[in-house]
């Protein structure tokens, strides 16, 4: 019951300081990105309440408990993406201008064309984020109240739903702030009480030569298997359209830098807890599930401080719900009002609508896997996209227009199809299913060499104007230099 | 690395300075000196970059240049410490089975003390680049 409880009051809070920013957002800007206006610890704490999904508040600690040590490269590599984005992407990326990504590869590329194979890798990824939250907020509605999953999934999706409609990004970012200090709050707290019952218990370790905690173990190609997820996360973060939308709101690029440092100190705060719950629910013989993080506190805390230990961890897993599918349904409403629909107010509605049901549709009648391994999966397919772009965009003047749309292709391409077989058919087994199911370390490496083979070999199709973006890529703000007239369109 | 967009364009100086892209010398406003009409553009060296003249270019070449060896070198230690860990379990299995703080060694890195490490590594790289940007600045802004 006080679960139930909890949930109601996460969701009512999400409505109602969403609705404290409607009267701040009015024009179009605001709807986009909150007019430049939000401070860095404001901002860093959005990323975090946005970047911290279901996957990572239940699916990790999930994971590890099924797979062991291997598995806690996850949140490292969901960390150290932000250092890999810190040095390479950051502050240029801000420099830029752009809003989203399909904005980046306009003002880089110059190219409608490449814009708009943005777009729709934007929209896959988004959809691909957005799928298992919704399924992962079914099954743990399912588990308090014995509803059917799908009832979880559409309440999750209406008042998220609602939630952008009303206030658009003003509203989302004070939501996300607020959110990431629940998440951290409903993992702490509880994880307290339990390190004292289990000291109490006399602090139970592992059976000796337990094969569970050494790394390397359990899967059929472990090595293979570790590198790509370790590719696949570190480079994946980058390409995160909910992720680079945050950028524009820091007033410049230096701001920008200090904010990713500020949000890399805390996610690591955040990520030091999953592995102790994965720990304790190994060592408590907790059964392998996503819900793992939900049942454990109960089960270690009896009586009604264990109860109330239970609804903290239920708020915290709707309120990673109700961000990470706010923050993502922001960005690919934006990318499909602009680049799909004509533009303005009305066409973000409709394509709010749109990017809610989509997903919603598809949690319904994928096949269910871990929370945590699709999410890696929309990494793999950013990291064999977006992340060559960006990177070759930033840093490689002799980038042309092919290159890019030919990396871009196959890169994406390659790892949306490797999704596809994973979640459609399977599961898939031997060398083939190990290639499919982690696919980042052989479509990264493709999606680089086509981009740069293709760029070389088409030297004419170099961006006239690529000398003018770099001054505005990387000069500190301070100079007065001629940054070009290139401004994002507005809708 | 602080030193090295200077050289760099020190040795470059004499070539473009005072050309335009077409080759034409560039126009000279000659005034008296005790009128305030015409006074000396401030910043003579943004116009450089603003003309994409062959000195502007190597200004900002250098300055992309700089800060991408910085963001290259740590990405490389990076890659080195992340890499090198798995390599290093699949060589010498023994170390997957050493107790460090009555927890297996893997725990202790992976799930502790990469993190600090990781906000360690974020911090110097914040303070070097923004260094770098303050340096190419003050190059720019002296003449």
């Known amino acids: 019951m006080s679960q139930i409880a909890a949930v109601v009051l996460v969701m009512l809070a999400t409505v109602l300081i969403g609705a404290f920013g409607i009267r701040m957002s009015r024009t179009t800007s605001d709807f986009y990105?909150?007019?430049?206006?939000?401070?860095?610890?404001?901002?860093?704490?959005?990323?975090?309440?946005?970047?911290?999904?279901?996957?990572?508040?239940?699916?990790?600690?999930?994971?590890?408990?099924?797979?062991?040590?291997?598995?806690?490269?996850?949140?490292?590599?969901?960390?150290?993406?932000?250092?890999?984005?810190?040095?390479?992407?950051?502050?240029?990326?801000?420099?830029?201008?752009?809003?989203?990504?399909?904005?980046?590869?306009?003002?880089?590329?110059?190219?409608?064309?490449?814009?708009?194979?943005?777009?729709?890798?934007?929209?896959?990824?988004?959809?691909?984020?957005?799928?298992?939250?919704?399924?992962?907020?079914?099954?743990?509605?399912?588990?308090?109240?014995?509803?059917?999953?799908?009832?979880?999934?559409?309440?999750?999706?209406?008042?998220?739903?609602?939630?952008?409609?009303?206030?658009?990004?003003?509203?989302?970012?004070?939501?996300?702030?607020?959110?990431?200090?629940?998440?951290?709050?409903?993992?702490?707290?509880?994880?307290?009480?339990?390190?004292?019952?289990?000291?109490?218990?006399?602090?139970?370790?592992?059976?000796?030569?337990?094969?569970?905690?050494?790394?390397?173990?359990?899967?059929?190609?472990?090595?293979?298997?570790?590198?790509?997820?370790?590719?696949?996360?570190?480079?994946?973060?980058?390409?995160?359209?909910?992720?680079?939308?945050?950028?524009?709101?820091?007033?410049?690029?230096?701001?920008?830098?200090?904010?990713?440092?500020?949000?890399?100190?805390?996610?690591?705060?955040?990520?030091?807890?999953?592995?102790?719950?994965?720990?304790?629910?190994?060592?408590?013989?907790?059964?392998?599930?996503?819900?793992?993080?939900i049942a454990l506190p109960g089960r270690l805390v009896g009586g009604p401080v264990g109860e109330f230990l239970t609804a903290l961890v239920t708020a915290g897993a709707f309120a990673a719900f109700l961000s990470t599918s706010s923050g993502l349904t922001v960005s690919v409403a934006g990318v499909i009002a602009q680049d799909i629909l004509r533009g303005g107010v009305r066409a973000f509605r409709v394509a709010t609508v749109l990017a809610v049901l989509v997903p919603l549709a598809l949690a319904g009648a994928a096949r269910s896997l871990p929370v945590a391994t699709v999410v890696g999966l929309a990494f793999a397919v950013a990291a064999s996209s977006f992340c060559p772009l960006l990177v070759l965009g930033i840093w490689w003047r002799r980038l042309t227009t092919a290159g890019a749309m030919a990396g871009l292709l196959a890169g994406g391409g390659l790892a949306c199809a490797a999704v596809v077989v994973t979640i459609t058919g399977g599961p898939h087994t031997g060398w083939a299913g190990s290639l499919l199911a982690q696919p980042a370390a052989w479509t990264v490496p493709v999606s680089f060499t086509v981009m740069v083979v293709v760029s070389l070999l088409t030297p004419s199709r170099v961006p006239r104007g690529v000398a003018r973006t770099m001054v505005r890529l990387h000069t500190p703000e301070t100079l007065n230099v001629d940054r070009g007239d290139w401004h994002p369109r507005y809708m | 690395m602080t030193g090295k967009p200077r050289r760099a364009a020190a040795g470059a100086r004499g070539q473009g300075e005072g050309t335009a892209p077409s080759g034409k010398p560039r126009r000279v406003t000659v005034t008296s000196p005790r009128t305030a009409a015409a006074p000396r553009p401030r910043h003579p060296l943004t116009r450089e970059i603003d003309e994409q003249t062959r000195l502007g270019e190597v200004y900002m070449g250098s300055l992309v240049r700089t800060q991408f060896r910085l963001a290259l070198f740590v990405c490389t230690v990076l890659a080195c410490v992340v890499g090198g860990l798995p390599l290093l379990f699949l060589l010498v299995p023994e170390l997957r089975e050493v107790q460090l703080f009555g927890l297996p060694l893997p725990w202790v890195v992976l799930a502790g003390l990469v993190y600090p490490a990781l906000v360690a590594g974020a911090w110097l790289y914040v303070r070097q680049a923004e260094r770098n940007e303050r340096d190419f600045a003050d190059l720019v802004e002296r003449r």
Request: charge should be neutral.
């Open chain 1, 33 to 293: 990105v909150a007019s430049r206006t939000v401070s860095p610890l404001w901002n860093a704490s959005a990323i975090g309440g946005e970047y911290l999904s279901a996957a990572s508040f239940l699916g990790v600690a999930g994971l590890i408990l099924t797979f062991g040590a291997d598995m806690l490269w996850l949140p490292v590599g969901w960390t150290g993406g932000y250092l890999v984005l810190l040095v390479l992407v950051s502050a240029p990326l801000r420099r830029s201008g752009a809003y989203t990504l399909p904005d980046f590869a306009e003002a880089r590329l110059e190219s409608m064309t490449v814009r708009r194979l943005s777009s729709v890798l934007v929209v896959l990824i988004g959809w691909l984020y957005l799928m298992p939250q919704f399924q992962s907020a079914g099954l743990v509605f399912g588990t308090i109240t014995g509803a059917p999953p799908w009832v979880g999934s559409l309440l999750v999706a209406v008042v998220v739903a609602t939630n952008v409609l009303s206030g658009g990004m003003r509203s989302i970012t004070f939501v996300q702030a607020f959110q990431y200090w629940l998440k951290l709050t409903a993992l702490a707290v509880p994880l307290a009480f339990m390190l004292v019952a289990w000291w109490s218990d006399g602090t139970p370790g592992l059976a000796p030569g337990d094969e569970w905690a050494l790394p390397l173990h359990g899967r059929e190609h472990p090595v293979y298997e570790t590198y790509s997820l370790i590719l696949a996360t570190f480079l994946g973060t980058m390409g995160l359209p909910h992720v680079l939308v945050r950028f524009y709101t820091n007033p410049d690029g230096r701001a920008a830098r200090r904010t990713t440092l500020l949000v890399l100190t805390l996610l690591g705060a955040f990520y030091l807890m999953p592995a102790v719950y994965g720990y304790l629910g190994h060592v408590y013989g907790m059964p392998e599930s996503d819900t793992v993080v």
